[in-house]
């Protein structure tokens, strides 16, 4: 019997998700298609969105963005600590540009500030606190930034 009510619960959650993500009719691309998430988001985060579990998918998808971060910078850091040292303008260790003029310098650090600045205020609440809640349309435009700057990342100068 609660293999039957487990099966329920899942064709629940995901027609659910399906109805709340989706302003098309049934039989349209995935929203993660529309936005076009990355592959490795896709991986660790469309199940969990699809089951209705938005801020869990969320949190992969940062925790999977700050795993990356760490093994290019090649730091045993995590968090705001290693976008920062990852990103700085003085010694970086991972280049998204030549910054051979102060626009390049400027986007730079500010890339630096949104990627420390998207794991304290997105990745963080939902590793420290319990009972996160999250609509599916935050989550999608959670994962749109998190694949822009995985994008980013692997486009970048080492």
Do not use: W
Not at 75 to 88: D, I, Q, R, T, W
Not at 99 to 104: I, V
């Amino acid at each position: 019997m609660a293999n039957s009510l487990e099966l329920f619960e899942v064709v629940v959650r995901r027609a659910r998700s399906v109805t709340e993500a989706r302003s098309e009719p049934l039989g349209g691309s995935h929203p993660f298609d529309d936005r076009n998430i990355h592959t490795k988001i896709q991986s660790t985060s469309k199940d969990l969105f699809d089951d209705g579990h938005y801020a869990l998918a969320t949190f992969e998808a940062y925790k999977l963005l700050d795993k990356e971060v760490a093994a290019m910078s090649k730091l045993n850091e995590s968090g705001v600590k290693l976008m920062m040292k990852a990103f700085s303008v003085q010694s970086p260790l991972i280049r998204l540009t030549d910054m051979a003029s102060t626009s390049e310098t400027d986007e730079q650090e500010g890339y630096k500030f949104i990627f420390s600045g998207s794991v304290m205020a997105i990745r963080n609440p939902r590793g420290h606190e319990y009972g996160v809640r999250e609509l599916p349309t935050e989550c999608l435009d959670h994962l749109s930034l998190a694949s822009l700057l995985l994008r980013r990342l692997e486009n970048a100068k080492k």
